[in-house]
């Protein structure tokens, strides 16, 4: 299978920033996504990366490298809401549709 | 557009019961798929279609049944609950276009005592 790797937990202060990583291998690569859920929520779509390179959108910015099966999410200007679960989720060109997901990282933000 | 919806939200089973997971989506999309996820292990992939009439097997099927008759519905059956089945199951569908994100339902918190 896909081996998709994060950290577990993460902290930091309101109005910091924090960059969550993800590491993967897959035989077909076709797109990375990042979703956020909050304690007791479903997941949301955050962002999508196919080429390599950085991807903004307001705080949130998603990083891609394809040839170091990496991408990052950056949170700025962190603020109390951010606390939740960050997901990192493989595409592969031979599953239309079909992700595979890290098992999420935690982020706790204090005041 | 309600976009996916599930029922019911929680559920309580004995050992032994059978149940069916509703799930439903209005934006006619091809992909649909179910996910549990327990604590520390993320969204496991249990069952997933490509459209009405095909379904196939993910991560985690053991115990689980679907079906897909129409585009609209993807119904989980649980044949015989166990307790190691519970957990919160979520819904998920997409267009499967490349560029397209799942969009997930509300989610089942189910209990099997």
């Known amino acids: 299978g896909q081996n998709i790797d994060q950290p577990t937990e993460m902290t930091a202060t309101e109005g910091a920033i924090v960059q969550i990583n993800c590491t993967y291998q897959?035989?077909?690569?076709?797109?990375l996504f990042w979703y956020q859920q909050h304690a007791g929520e479903a997941p949301t779509f955050l962002s999508y990366n196919v080429l390599d390179g950085l991807e903004e959108k307001g705080r949130f910015s998603s990083f891609l490298s394809r040839s170091k099966g990496y991408s990052y999410l950056l949170l700025k200007e962190l603020q109390m809401k951010d606390s939740a679960s960050y997901l990192c989720a493989v595409r592969e060109r031979s599953t239309l549709g079909r992700l595979y997901f890290g098992r999420g990282t935690q982020l706790t933000v204090w005041p | 557009n309600a976009g996916v919806t599930q029922t019911p939200k929680f559920q309580v089973l004995k050992t032994g019961q059978s149940m069916t997971l509703q799930c439903a989506q209005d934006?006619?999309?091809?992909?649909m798929s179910w996910y549990r996820q327990d604590p520390g292990m993320g969204l496991r992939l249990i069952h997933y279609s490509v459209g009405a009439g095909i379904t196939d097997q993910g991560e985690v099927p053991n115990g689980y049944n679907v079906s897909r008759s129409t585009t609209e519905d993807f119904p989980l059956r649980l044949l015989s609950a166990a307790p190691s089945q519970t957990s919160v199951y979520f819904c998920?569908?997409?267009?499967?276009?490349?560029?397209?994100?799942?969009?997930f339902g509300p989610g089942t918190r189910l209990t099997v005592l």
């Open positions: 897959t035989s077909g690569f076709n797109g």
């Open positions: 934006m006619n999309h091809e992909y």
């Open positions: 998920a569908s997409s267009s499967g276009q490349a560029t397209d994100t799942q969009y």
